[in-house]
T-cell receptor, first 111, second 110 residues
Framework: DAKTTQPPSMDCAEGRAANLPCNHS???????VYWYRQIHSQGPQYIIH???NNETNEMASLIITEDRKSSTLILPHATLRDTAVYYC????????????FGKGTTLSVSS | DSGVTQTPKHLITATGQRVTLRCSPR?????VYWYQQSLDQGLQFLIQ???????AKGNILERFSAQQFPDLHSELNLSSLELGDSALYFC?????????FGSGTRLTVV
């Protein structure tokens, strides 16, 4: 799987949008961008994924650049409960492909 | 409740001992994945099973082994335990693209 680069940490004020960047310059054409988060010692939680179009669900939005070399996860109105480690992962959608986690970005939301 | 059940939640054991961690996947999921998370290593992929067969191996030590049974539950066996094996062990299941993680087993080796 292609590697990703994320900043180690970010801060965000409660109620503001949190924009988490991810670089994946060697992504292949059949690889998707996945985002997971892990809230203190809990099991990782799926957030969103996309191939090349922007995606939105009830949790977040995913913006993928046209060249697909980078993406941004947007939490539109961050709350204290969004404090977590956020992982950007690229992988194919072939059934059974393991998720390989990097170090992720620690997002701290404060009031 | 994610639908993935891991037992026990906590386990304390001595060095040199052997333990078994259990994972029941979400109903209908055929794939089970095991991960180890220690303080200084992050989430490390250990091994994957699909419908009873080993599908992929990650950074799993020879002292560790796993299996998936006909009812699709999986067990991770850790033997000759060392202090450095103290970690959170997560199981995840999937049927296709999405992964669902359990709440983990915290293993403490003393």
């Amino acid at each position: 799987d292609a590697k990703t680069t994320q900043p180690p940490s970010m801060d965000c004020a409660e109620g503001r949008a949190a924009n988490l960047p991810c670089n994946h310059s060697t992504i292949s054409g059949n690889e998707y961008v996945y985002w997971y988060r892990q809230i203190h010692s809990q099991g990782p939680q799926y957030i969103i994924h996309g191939l090349k179009n922007n995606e939105t669900n009830e949790m977040a939005s995913l913006i993928i650049t046209e060249d697909r070399k980078s993406s941004t996860l947007i939490l539109p109105h961050a709350t204290l409960r969004d404090t977590a480690v956020y992982y950007c992962i690229v992988r194919t959608n072939q059934a059974g492909t393991a998720l390989i986690f990097g170090k992720g970005t620690t997002l701290s939301v404060s009031s | 409740d994610s639908g993935v059940t891991q037992t026990p939640k906590h386990l304390i054991t001595a060095t040199g001992q052997r333990v078994t961690l259990r994972c029941s996947p979400r109903s209908g999921d055929l794939s089970v994945y095991w991960y180890q998370q220690s303080l200084d290593q992050g989430l490390q992929f250990l091994i994957q099973y699909y419908n009873g067969e080993e599908r992929a191996k990650g950074n799993i030590l020879e002292r560790f082994s796993a299996q998936q049974f006909p009812d699709l539950h999986s067990e991770l066996n850790l033997s000759s335990l060392e202090l450095g094996d103290s970690a959170l062990y997560f199981c995840a299941s999937s049927m296709g693209r999405g992964y669902t993680f359990g709440s983990g087993t915290r293993l403490t080796v003393v």
